[in-house]
């Protein structure tokens, strides 16, 4: 069954505009620029119409955006499972680390690839599907991907450090916000360290972003013209917050609410809040499964996402691998953006639900359902790790890091993997100690 009978997208009006404008001027019609900004001037207006439209107030009393509020429609739950970080905390938080940077890695050069397409890479490379280790070629090599790494660094013959991700560096982005800014930083403190830090962001962080350097409020920075409320984004950003409260899910959903808020509203802050939650609580159980119901704990029970999150842990026993998922993916959320949080929120308990306790199976399945991909098998690998710890990450994934992982944050272009777990310790301890 559909979650929603989404309207039909309107896709490709930019550049049948340009076609028909580029045409008549080859033909030697007169006036056709200034028809050109009628028609934008038009859009503009029609868009505006569009966001103005009212949303539905019953749905939006069940899907706040204020702390309390949120709080106060949760279900009963764990809140604070540990008073410390656990003895074992080092050495799951490496797990949490390295297999979030392998998951990311092995997804980031298919990011957003549809599943046939992968099979037919996989299968012109000789490439077992899904993958038991990386890719061993990258289509187009030679491009760069983030600035900092070219595509051909995502592969075993040429990787030296964990490649540059979007993903990646939010991790590390929150590192420096809990260092600079302490387990008490304010949204607004994070619209500074987004400036200071970034160079450049994509879809609702784009937009904070740019809002944000234009003076906008970082309390209104996500709000303010983004049509990507919901998106993947913030929960993309997810892993900091969960690894600097082990066991204390109610305070990692708290650090993602904040953070959350700068670029997101409703499910997007909601997405952020769970996966928080759940790395969190990973690193309290045995089994990723009960981390990923502890997570349900800390979002509003009846939000959209609650209902997508208790539908995919409800189907999951019936997911048997990734065909099952991406099938029932296209099903549920026919036509939805691919960097959209509904589905690969279910992608993400789906890797986890197939692949058990083995790491390469866990990434290599959820790459292969696809959707945004690299996000998923990193929040995968992430709650694997922090579950399982550094020792069930077979070698081959991480033998080529080499104790880095590459940056394009301002002024921050290399990351040891130890000194990052180090500090990701004395955070926890930190915010822990309160």
């Given at each position: 069954?559909?979650l929603f009978?989404?309207?039909?997208f309107?896709e490709?009006?930019?550049?049948?505009?340009?076609?028909y404008?580029?045409?008549?001027?080859?033909?030697?019609?007169?006036?056709v620029?200034e028809?050109?900004a009628?028609?934008?001037?038009?859009?503009?207006?029609?868009?505006?119409?569009?966001?103005?439209?009212?949303?539905?107030?019953?749905l939006?009393?069940?899907e706040?955006d204020?702390l309390?509020?949120?709080?106060?429609?949760?279900?009963?739950?764990s809140?604070r499972?540990?008073?410390?970080?656990?003895?074992?905390?080092?050495?799951?938080?490496a797990?949490a680390?390295?297999?979030?940077c392998?998951?990311?890695?092995?997804?980031?050069?298919?990011?957003?690839?549809k599943?046939?397409?992968?099979?037919?890479?996989?299968a012109y490379?000789?490439?077992?599907?899904?993958l038991?280790?990386?890719w061993s070629q990258?289509?187009?090599?030679?491009?760069?991907?983030?600035?900092?790494s070219?595509?051909?660094?995502?592969?075993?013959?040429?990787?030296?450090?964990?490649?540059s991700?979007?993903?990646?560096?939010?991790?590390?982005l929150?590192?420096?916000?809990?260092?600079?800014y302490?387990?008490?930083?304010?949204?607004?403190?994070?619209?500074?360290?987004?400036?200071?830090?970034?160079?450049?962001a994509f879809t609702?962080?784009?937009i904070?972003l740019?809002?944000l350097?234009?003076?906008?409020?970082?309390?209104?920075a996500?709000?303010?013209?983004?049509p990507?409320?919901?998106?993947?984004?913030?929960d993309?950003?997810?892993?900091?917050?969960?690894?600097?409260?082990?066991?204390w899910?109610?305070k990692a959903?708290?650090?993602a609410?904040?953070?959350?808020?700068?670029?997101h509203r409703?499910?997007?802050?909601?997405?952020a809040?769970?996966?928080?939650?759940?790395?969190?609580?990973a690193?309290?159980?045995d089994d990723?499964?009960?981390?990923?119901?502890?997570?349900?704990?800390?979002i509003?029970?009846?939000?959209i996402?609650?209902?997508?999150?208790?539908w995919?842990?409800?189907?999951?026993?019936?997911?048997?691998?990734?065909k099952?998922?991406?099938?029932?993916?296209e099903e549920?959320?026919p036509?939805?953006?691919k960097?959209?949080?509904?589905q690969?929120?279910?992608?993400t308990?789906?890797?986890?639900?197939v692949?058990g306790?083995?790491?390469?199976?866990?990434?290599?399945?959820t790459?292969?359902?696809?959707?945004d991909?690299d996000?998923?098998?990193?929040?995968a690998?992430s709650?694997?790790g922090?579950?399982?710890?550094a020792?069930a990450i077979?070698?081959?994934?991480?033998k080529?890091f080499?104790?880095?992982?590459?940056?394009?944050?301002n002024?921050?272009?290399?990351?040891a993997?130890?000194?990052?777990?180090d500090?990701?310790v004395?955070?926890a301890?930190?915010a822990m100690a309160?």
């Open positions: 069954m559909k009978d989404y309207a039909d309107v490709g009006w930019d550049l049948t505009i340009n076609r404008a580029t045409q008549k001027v080859e033909f030697g019609a007169p006036g620029a028809k050109v009628e028609i934008e001037a038009l859009l503009k207006q029609k868009v505006a119409e569009l966001d103005a439209l009212p949303n539905d107030p019953e939006a009393k069940a706040p204020d309390p509020s949120i709080r106060a429609l949760r279900p009963p739950g809140r499972m540990l008073s410390s970080p656990p003895d074992d905390f080092r050495d799951r938080l797990g680390w390295l297999a979030r392998a998951g990311c890695t092995l997804g980031s050069i298919v990011e957003g690839w599943v046939d397409r992968m099979e037919r890479w996989a490379l000789g490439d077992p599907f899904p038991v280790d990386y990258a289509e187009q090599p030679h491009e760069p991907r983030l600035k900092v070219v595509r051909h660094d995502y592969t075993p013959a040429k990787m030296d450090g964990v490649p991700d979007d993903d990646l560096n939010y991790t590390m929150g590192l420096l916000i809990l260092e600079e302490g387990p008490d930083f304010t949204v607004e403190d994070l619209g500074a360290a987004w400036v200071k830090y970034l160079p450049f609702a962080e784009g904070a740019d809002n350097r234009a003076g906008v409020p970082a309390m209104q996500g709000a303010l013209n983004n990507c409320l919901n998106w993947i984004g913030a993309i950003r997810s892993d900091p917050w969960g690894y600097a409260a082990p066991g899910p109610e959903a708290e650090f609410w904040r953070d959350a808020t700068i670029s409703r499910n997007g802050v909601y997405a809040m769970y996966f928080s939650a759940a790395i969190s609580a690193f309290a159980v990723p499964m009960d981390a990923l119901k502890i997570g349900l704990e800390e509003p029970a009846n939000s996402t609650a209902r997508e999150i208790r995919a842990l409800e189907m999951a026993p019936s997911i048997h691998g990734y099952d998922a991406a099938a029932l993916c549920r959320y036509g939805l953006w960097a959209h949080s509904f690969n929120n279910a992608l308990i789906w890797g986890l639900a692949g306790d083995d790491f390469t199976k866990v990434i290599g399945e790459v292969a359902m696809g959707q991909n996000c998923t098998a990193a929040t690998g709650i694997f922090a579950v399982y710890g020792s077979p070698d081959h994934w991480t080529n080499n104790n880095t992982v590459h940056s394009y944050l002024g921050q272009r290399t990351f993997i130890d000194d990052t777990i500090r990701f004395t955070q301890e930190r309160v």
